[in-house]
Structures are given as structure tokens and as C-alpha cells.
């Protein structure tokens, strides 16, 4: 009698853990339905963060330099090359820099090639808003006394 | 016989001559000094300094200004570049800018001539990177004759 009643215990206890078994694997297949997408995508996003951040750093100072050169010759300059030295004309600086001068003309035409090339805009634009703009003769003369103190 | 002697006497002078005033003729040449000065155009639009190159292709002297003040945590860094096609491409740290914004550069260089330009870009301060953060760049300043060759 007693037998019996513990046969029918292990019964309901066998029953119980052949409910038990498949719940739990397809609660373990549910969760993996809603994370492993969710996982999935964290990881493509970042794989993407990575390359975004790999084909910038693919970009060198090199090629970023020579694209600026490019630039400066289709524009018809062929540097940045300015005259501020005593005695020489100031003047030749401020009009080259002036809008419409033609450095002014390609610092603006940098401005979109570096947005091109990738370049971080955001610094680009937080330097922007320290000055409204910059004082050329007074950098010029900056420049001069820190020439002097060269041993 | 005296005579060729003299004849050789005189003419050793002169080929010496000629050799000594070569040779500081070719001294001359090589100790030519160019001295420059660049605007460093900015690439957000604005001009961020001005640079000074003094350069005998071997003995360069470079100063920088900036007015900008670099980023919290950050500081502004110097680069000469080759960028002429079939150079290296590999730039040269010049170093950093202080905290007047200005940048000090001396230096025995193999040869200065095969730079093209000089770039700046925004790295963290003691950055254990050698490299140029590229996409950091602020400013370049594009060289003209006797450089790039």
C-alpha cells in the first residue's frame, strides 16, 4: 500500500519534471529570442562604432594634407606662404585674409573638404566660439617676440 | 727647365684656387637660409595661427602662435608633413603648443625641403599615442618653394 502511494508520488513527481523540463527550455529559448537580437544589435552597432572609427583612423595626416594641397591649387594658391616681417607690408596678410581674399577664399573651401574628409566638426566648431574673430597683427606680433626668444 | 717649372707652380696655384673658391661657392649655396612665414588655416573656417620657418635644409628653427585655447584635458600639437606623392607620409611631431599658445621647434634635420606642410591637431594631454590624431586636425599650413621638393 504504502508502495503504491510512493509510486504514484514519484509518478506526479515525474510528471511534474516532464512539465518542468520543457518549460524551462522554452522559457531559456524565449529569453534567447528577445536577447540574442538585442545582443546582436548592440554589436552591430558597435562593429559599426569600430569601423566608423577605423576609416578615420584609415585617413592619414598624409592624404588629409595632400587633399588640403589639391585644394589650395585648384583655387590657383600655391601656399599659405604670408609676409609680416618688419618692414614688410602688413597689409598683404590682412587683405589675403579678408573675405573675398584669397586665403579667406580657402579656408573656406577647407571647411567643406574637411567635413568630407571626416574631420570632427564639432571641435572645429567649439574653437569657433572662443573668439568671433581672430586679431592677425596682434598674433603676428605674438609670433614676432616668441621668434625672438628662440637660443 | 725652370720655366716648366714655374708654368707648373702657377698652374697648381691656380687649380688650387679654383678648387677653394668651389668649395665656398657649394658652402654658400647649401648654407642659403629661407625664411618664412604661414598662415595655419583652419579647417573649421577660422585662421588659428601663424607659423615661422627658418631653414638652411638642415638647421630649422620653427615657432608657432595660436589664440586658441585647446579643449579641456587636451592639448594642440605640430606636425611637418610629407605629403608629396611617393614620400613617406610619415609626419613629424613638433611638439605642443604651452599654455600661451605657442610652439618652440630647433632642429638638425636631415633635410628639411621634403616637408610639404605643417598640420595641427588636438591630442590628449600626455597622449601615450604617437600618432597624429588625423581626424583631430584644426589647422594646416601649406608650404611653398624650397619645400616639398
Redesign the interface.
Known amino acids: 500500500m504504502n508502495c503504491n502511494k510512493k509510486n504514484i508520488k514519484m509518478q506526479k513527481n515525474s510528471h511534474h519534471l516532464i512539465l518542468l523540463v520543457p518549460s524551462i527550455a522554452i522559457a531559456l529559448v524565449s529569453i534567447g529570442m528577445i536577447f540574442i537580437p538585442t545582443v546582436n544589435q548592440n554589436a552591430a552597432a558597435q562593429s559599426s562604432q569600430q569601423q566608423q572609427q577605423s576609416q578615420?583612423?584609415n585617413?592619414?595626416?598624409?592624404?588629409?594634407?595632400?587633399a588640403?594641397?589639391n585644394l589650395?591649387q585648384k583655387l590657383g594658391?600655391?601656399?599659405?606662404?604670408?609676409?609680416?616681417?618688419p618692414g614688410q607690408n602688413m597689409s598683404e596678410?590682412t587683405q589675403?585674409?579678408a573675405p573675398g581674399g584669397s586665403?579667406a577664399n580657402?579656408?573656406?573651401q577647407?571647411?567643406g573638404?574637411?567635413q568630407q574628409l571626416?574631420?570632427?566638426?564639432t571641435?572645429?566648431?567649439?574653437?569657433?566660439q572662443?573668439?568671433p574673430?581672430?586679431?592677425?597683427t596682434?598674433?603676428?606680433q605674438?609670433?614676432e617676440q616668441?621668434?625672438a626668444?628662440?637660443? | 727647365m725652370k720655366v716648366s717649372i714655374y708654368i707648373s707652380i702657377i698652374g697648381l696655384v691656380i687649380v688650387l684656387g679654383v678648387f677653394t673658391a668651389f668649395s665656398l661657392f657649394q658652402r654658400n649655396v647649401n648654407a642659403a637660409q629661407s625664411t618664412q612665414t604661414y598662415v595655419i588655416l583652419g579647417w573649421g573656417g577660422k585662421t588659428v595661427g601663424l607659423a615661422d620657418i627658418v631653414s638652411d635644409g638642415h638647421q630649422t628653427t620653427i615657432t608657432a602662435s595660436t589664440p586658441y585655447i585647446p579643449p579641456q584635458g587636451k592639448t594642440f600639437e605640430a606636425w611637418l608633413v610629407d605629403g608629396n606623392y611617393g614620400a613617406s607620409g610619415y609626419p613629424l611631431s613638433l611638439g605642443q603648443f604651452d599654455e600661451k599658445g605657442i610652439l618652440r621647434y630647433k632642429s638638425n634635420l636631415v633635410n628639411a625641403y621634403t616637408y610639404t606642410d605643417l598640420a595641427v591637431t588636438v591630442e590628449p594631454k600626455d597622449d601615450a599615442d604617437p600618432k597624429p590624431a588625423t581626424s583631430e586636425q584644426v589647422g594646416v599650413a601649406v608650404f611653398s618653394s624650397p619645400y616639398g621638393k
Open positions: 578615420n583612423a585617413i592619414s595626416i598624409a592624404s588629409v594634407s595632400a588640403a594641397r589650395a594658391i600655391n601656399s599659405t606662404e604670408v609676409s609680416i616681417k596678410l589675403k585674409l586665403l580657402f579656408q573656406e577647407l571647411k573638404l574637411g571626416g574631420l570632427n566638426g571641435l572645429q566648431s567649439q574653437l569657433g572662443q573668439l574673430a581672430v586679431n592677425i596682434q598674433l603676428a605674438k609670433l616668441a621668434s626668444f628662440i637660443p
